[in-house]
């Protein structure tokens, strides 16, 4: 199994140890509260000090960036999928303990999270999350977005020639509650990356240089036809080992998953409409 967790690093494994990173790391965003304040008050009337507050602040910033790239670095591992082309599992990172964690936050985009593809038919980490009707209470930090409760697929990104969407359901809850269903999208060839679209979670995805872009693409929740297609396959979520399956529309196994089949962010506990996706698109 290919875990790319970087040398001497301790996966977060318990929500004990989990619960204790964010101790930290909330310990020093009060710290960056209360030096800010008082570099805004000081700033007029006694430059000097200001000075050496903000320098305060600068050696404190570089703290909580090495936390991130900590909380980035020891997030598990899960298996996602499975490439159609290759066979290659995919394992890629996930924050399974809280939806207030950075991976869940829209600008959690940053190098921390790419873990280097399996395999070259990897096009774009795409994904549901289904609340099973509760109350997101926890998320307080930032704001979730998320493109559907059920799993659905980008007839844009299956039309860009040889793109198969691969279904899973992760067997562990996420935090104890929610369902995560990733939907990965592999090409052979893979198109070029500036024809992706959003990832899990993301509300921005990337081109080979780098460049952002936006784009919130129509969502077809009627899988049917592109898996009779061969266009959408999935891992059997009953057996352990949860092989590739492409089978027929009737063994699809996710088929009567209820829930919210449309964007939706969470802000301060609350569930609220995303952006529709209707194909529409933004940009730099
Ligand atoms: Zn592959
Ligand atoms: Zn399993």
């Given at each position: 199994m290919k875990r790319h967790y970087p040398p001497g690093t301790t996966p977060l494994s318990s929500p004990e140890e989990y619960l204790e990173h964010w101790r930290r790391r909330d310990e020093l965003n009060e710290q960056d509260r209360r030096l800010t304040e008082r570099y805004r008050s000081l700033k007029k009337e006694n430059p000097k000090l200001a000075e050496k507050v903000m320098e305060e602040l600068q050696a404190l910033t570089r703290r909580q960036n090495a936390m991130l790239t900590e909380y980035a670095d020891r997030l598990p591992i899960w298996l996602h999928s499975r490439c159609p082309f290759c066979g290659e599992p995919l394992y890629w990172k996930i924050d399974p303990f809280d939806l207030d964690g950075d991976w869940w936050h829209w600008r959690g985009i940053q190098g921390e999270w790419i873990i280097p593809p399996t395999c070259p038919h990897l096009f774009c980490v795409d994904g549901a999350l289904n609340?099973?009707?509760?109350?997101?209470?926890?998320?307080?930090r930032r704001v979730v977005w998320m493109a559907s409760e059920v799993p659905f697929v980008k007839p844009r990104l299956l039309e860009l020639g040889n793109v198969i969407a691969v279904i899973h359901r992760l067997p562990q809850k996420i935090a104890g509650r929610y369902t995560g269903y990733p939907v990965v999208y592999f090409g052979?060839?893979?198109?070029?990356?500036?024809e992706g679209s959003l990832g899990w979670a993301r509300t921005e995805y990337y081109d080979e240089n780098g460049m952002w872009l936006i784009i919130y693409d129509v969502q077809d929740y009627d899988l049917d036809k592109w898996i009779a297609a061969r266009k959408v396959c999935w891992l059997a979520?009953?057996?352990?080992?949860?092989p590739l399956v492409c089978g027929l529309p009737e063994d699809y196994p996710f088929r009567d998953v209820p829930g919210r089949q449309r964007p939706y962010t969470i802000e301060k506990g609350q569930v609220w409409h995303g952006y529709?996706?209707?194909?529409r698109t933004g940009g730099p």
């Amino acid at each position: 199994m290919k875990r790319h967790y970087p040398p001497g690093t301790t996966p977060l494994s318990s929500p004990e140890e989990y619960l204790e990173h964010w101790r930290r790391r909330d310990e020093l965003n009060e710290q960056d509260r209360r030096l800010t304040e008082r570099y805004r008050s000081l700033k007029k009337e006694n430059p000097k000090l200001a000075e050496k507050v903000m320098e305060e602040l600068q050696a404190l910033t570089r703290r909580q960036n090495a936390m991130l790239t900590e909380y980035a670095d020891r997030l598990p591992i899960w298996l996602h999928s499975r490439c159609p082309f290759c066979g290659e599992p995919l394992y890629w990172k996930i924050d399974p303990f809280d939806l207030d964690g950075d991976w869940w936050h829209w600008r959690g985009i940053q190098g921390e999270w790419i873990i280097p593809p399996t395999c070259p038919h990897l096009f774009c980490v795409d994904g549901a999350l289904n609340l099973e009707e509760h109350q997101p209470t926890e998320v307080q930090r930032r704001v979730v977005w998320m493109a559907s409760e059920v799993p659905f697929v980008k007839p844009r990104l299956l039309e860009l020639g040889n793109v198969i969407a691969v279904i899973h359901r992760l067997p562990q809850k996420i935090a104890g509650r929610y369902t995560g269903y990733p939907v990965v999208y592999f090409g052979n060839p893979r198109p070029p990356l500036s024809e992706g679209s959003l990832g899990w979670a993301r509300t921005e995805y990337y081109d080979e240089n780098g460049m952002w872009l936006i784009i919130y693409d129509v969502q077809d929740y009627d899988l049917d036809k592109w898996i009779a297609a061969r266009k959408v396959c999935w891992l059997a979520p009953d057996d352990p080992e949860h092989p590739l399956v492409c089978g027929l529309p009737e063994d699809y196994p996710f088929r009567d998953v209820p829930g919210r089949q449309r964007p939706y962010t969470i802000e301060k506990g609350q569930v609220w409409h995303g952006y529709p996706a209707d194909g529409r698109t933004g940009g730099p």
